[in-house]
């Protein structure tokens, strides 16, 4: 066990390290310019067609409407990351990580819109008549037949991974968060989540994209009003937040108090690391339900799935990056959900600790319905329809298992496969960016949005 261990850490070392850092950045830059910005000057745009696009639409052309998919994608992206995430990329590169977290979203836009276009121009209708597609069909359908066992290892990795990352890590957290707060039992927390779960996902796509519309947008308004009371009540600590968060971007941080120090490449690395894993652009995560999305126009869905990028981390990740700096306690040593709650708890004593347990709840569960379908279309490319009911249940059975067990492996093992699947997602995107950069300008030629 411990030379598996030691290879999966390794791997780990080399799947998340300067490299794929490097190459997931790269990409989104490449992108960013090739579209001439489009994403940065068309925001505005993007959550004006999300809020248009409630009502479900034409019904030939997808399962639940395109904001349904929006915020069926959040559910999967907004989870611990935003908050345990935040915190570790702060404690190990300092306040100059959040900035790089920043900067990884803004061209991560470019990535998510071009993954989403792609998803939805190269969909296919599966044997119940339902639209699926992907990665693994953008690679399979656009780059032709030959590539198709790269689109067979983007499923694999993302099938594997969900498992992990997306299902038995998050009720992990949100046993572990609701067990300290409020002495919930692990196995409690377990059970009750997987009744939850299994009245939602075995009712596939559309009850999942119903639960999102309805859940989703109310946690993040929540956690955005609570971050926002936790930072007037501390408002003279921002100006000196902000300064730090630019200053310690780009020089070292030194070490002081519970704080061991970090160079500007700690910053960066954690920032565009943690960035990443937050909002998964570059995952190619998002096309997979956007796929699923009653629409017409490629370019119409991937505007709206580029905002999922903007709230996951320009908005949400920032709240929490901003209470932590501002309470100056990202010197005390603490990292991860502990920093975080310690750092609510401090502009809300009392009660703050208790905001960040009910939030990483939220956001764990939703995480889970999220990345059900996402793993659920992974296995049906990979084995077919039959897949579907199978790996229902057994996603439902591993909720409670994921509450009760130590995960410290599941979660390296998970954490490499889900790093694994930006590699055939970056060459895609890369090999298919001039039929990108086409289908955007004749839409834009012809339309104003």
């Known amino acids: 066990?411990?030379?598996?261990?030691?290879?999966?850490?390794?791997?780990?070392?080399?799947?998340?390290?300067?490299?794929?850092?490097?190459?997931?950045?790269?990409?989104?830059?490449?992108?960013?310019?090739?579209?001439?910005?489009?994403?940065?000057?068309?925001?505005?745009?993007?959550?004006?067609?999300?809020?248009?696009?409630?009502?479900?639409?034409?019904?030939?052309?997808?399962?639940?409407?395109?904001?349904?998919?929006?915020?069926?994608?959040?559910?999967?992206?907004?989870?611990?990351?935003?908050?345990?995430?935040?915190a570790t990329a702060i404690f190990l590169g300092g306040p100059g990580a959040l900035f790089w977290m920043w900067a990884t979203a803004l061209v991560g836009m470019a990535t998510k819109y071009s993954e989403v276009l792609l998803a939805v121009h190269f969909r296919e209708k599966d044997p119940r008549g339902e639209f699926t597609g992907g990665p693994m069909y953008a690679i399979r359908n656009g780059l032709g037949p030959k590539w198709a066992w790269l689109g067979a290892l983007f499923a694999l990795f993302g099938g594997l991974a969900g498992f992990g990352i997306g299902n038995m890590v998050q009720v992990n957290s949100m046993a572990d968060a609701l067990g300290a707060s409020f002495g919930?039992?692990?196995?409690?927390?377990?059970?009750?989540?997987m009744a939850l779960i299994g009245l939602v996902v075995l009712g596939g796509i559309r009850r999942i994209g119903a639960v999102a519309e309805a859940l989703?947008?109310?946690?993040?308004?929540?956690?955005?009003?609570?971050?926002?009371?936790?930072?007037?009540?501390?408002?003279?600590?921002?100006?000196?937040?902000?300064?730090?968060?630019?200053?310690?971007?780009?020089?070292?941080?030194?070490?002081t108090g519970g704080f061991a120090g970090a160079a500007v490449m700690a910053a960066m690395r954690y920032g565009v690391a943690r960035g990443?894993?937050?909002?998964?652009?570059?995952?190619?995560?998002?096309?997979?339900?956007?796929?699923?999305?009653?629409?017409?126009?490629?370019?119409?869905?991937?505007?709206?799935g580029m905002i999922g990028t903007f709230i996951d981390t320009i908005v949400i990740c920032t709240m929490t990056g901003l209470v932590i700096v501002c309470s100056g306690l990202w010197t005390s040593g603490a990292s991860g959900a502990v920093l975080s709650a310690a750092a609510f708890d401090a502009a809300l004593p009392g009660i703050g600790r208790y905001v960040i347990a009910v939030a990483l709840a939220i956001f764990a569960f939703t995480t889970i319905l999220g990345w059900s379908y996402l793993s659920e279309r992974c296995w049906e490319f990979l084995v077919g329809v039959r897949a579907i009911l199978p790996f229902r249940i057994v996603w439902v059975i591993a909720v409670p298992f994921g509450a009760i067990a130590h995960l410290d492996f599941a979660w390296l093992l998970a954490d490499t496969l889900n790093g694994l699947m930006a590699v055939p997602n970056l060459i895609a995107l890369v090999l298919l960016s001039p039929l990108v950069v086409k289908l955007t300008r004749e839409h834009f030629a012809a339309n104003r949005e």
């Open 276 to 304: 990443i894993f937050s909002n998964e652009a570059g995952l190619g995560t998002a096309g997979i339900v956007q796929a699923a999305g009653t629409s017409k126009s490629p370019v119409r869905s991937g505007m709206i």
């Open 216 to 255: 989703v947008p109310f946690m993040c308004v929540a956690y955005i009003v609570a971050s926002v009371i936790a930072l007037i009540v501390m408002a003279e600590a921002i100006p000196t937040a902000l300064a730090l968060i630019f200053t310690h971007a780009f020089s070292p941080v030194a070490a």
């Open 184 to 193: 919930v039992p692990d196995w409690v927390t377990g059970l009750v989540s």
């Open 1 to 86: 066990m411990e030379t598996l261990d030691s290879i999966v850490n390794g791997v780990n070392g080399l799947v998340w390290g300067p490299l794929m850092l490097v190459l997931i950045l790269g990409t989104g830059l490449f992108l960013m310019l090739r579209l001439g910005f489009m994403p940065l000057t068309k925001i505005a745009a993007g959550f004006r067609l999300a809020w248009r696009s409630r009502a479900k639409g034409d019904e030939s052309t997808g399962e639940i409407s395109p904001f349904q998919a929006l915020m069926t994608s959040l559910a999967a992206t907004v989870g611990t990351g935003n908050i345990a995430g935040v």
